[in-house]
């Protein structure tokens, strides 16, 4: 058990639906990050909140949209996706993002299938 | 831009080997680096971060040991068991503020009883 929970696990939507992915953290952690990992790229760093406010979004497209609404949520809302969005949606959090108390703490992912 | 290479992409190994996991990255200004365990179809576990002040860190068989002036990391794995099988990652945080880890690709490990 992490702390960090992820729901749903699998995901399969078509190009034309919205959908949105869950993360909750119960470790009372300040930041969460969500990251991306394909089949044949390292883990990329998509989004990071910090006190319920994004501090990065790492050149995500705009059909990704964050939400933070406390510090224990974040969404990630899908609208338009493309085949090539199909990957392995991981959550992260940490207690906070400076101070070497910067273990991130991983959810086990959303794996998502766009057809 | 900080890169992260891993080395070797995939190994196997009879049970009880000692092993050895190497990361690389290309600027050495980091905060820290951590090396993580990831279970196929799941999400990542930590084990062990290193401060760019510090030279290793230890956690029970594992031994991780940081160069940073030539850009380097070593996970070492003692007596390796079945248990041991997942893929590792590298990863490290620039020390620009706002930049958050940078992965390397991982390395498979496979370890046969």
């Known amino acids: 058990e992490t702390g960090v929970t992820q729901t749903p696990r699998h995901l399969v939507m078509g190009m034309t639906n919205k959908k949105s992915l869950k993360c909750e953290q119960h470790l009372g952690h300040n930041a969460m990050y969500w990251y991306k990992q394909s089949a044949k790229k390292p883990l990329e760093l998509m989004f990071v909140y910090s006190l319920e406010e994004r501090v990065e979004n790492n050149s995500v497209p705009s059909r990704f949209s964050p939400e933070c609404p406390n510090s224990s949520h974040l969404f990630l809302h899908l609208h338009t996706l493309q085949p090539e969005d199909s990957a392995l949606y991981l959550c992260?959090?940490?207690?906070?993002?400076?101070?070497?108390?910067?273990?991130?703490?991983f959810g086990p992912g959303t794996r998502l299938l766009v057809l | 831009k900080q890169e992260v290479t891993q080395i070797p992409a995939a190994l196997s190994v009879p049970e009880g080997e000692n092993l050895v996991l190497n990361c690389s990255f290309t600027d050495s200004a980091i905060y820290n680096l951590q090396w993580f365990r990831q279970d196929p179809g799941k999400g990542l576990t930590s084990l062990l971060l290193i401060q760019s002040s510090q030279r290793e860190q230890t956690s029970g068989r594992l031994n991780a040991s940081l160069d940073k002036s030539s850009g380097r990391s070593t996970l070492y794995i003692a007596a390796s068991q079945p248990g041991d099988s997942a893929t590792y990652l590298c990863a490290v945080r620039p020390d620009n503020y706002g930049q958050n880890f940078v992965f390397g690709p991982g390395t498979r490990l496979s370890v046969l009883p």
């Open positions: 992260a959090s940490s207690q906070d993002l400076t101070g070497g108390r910067e273990t991130q703490y």
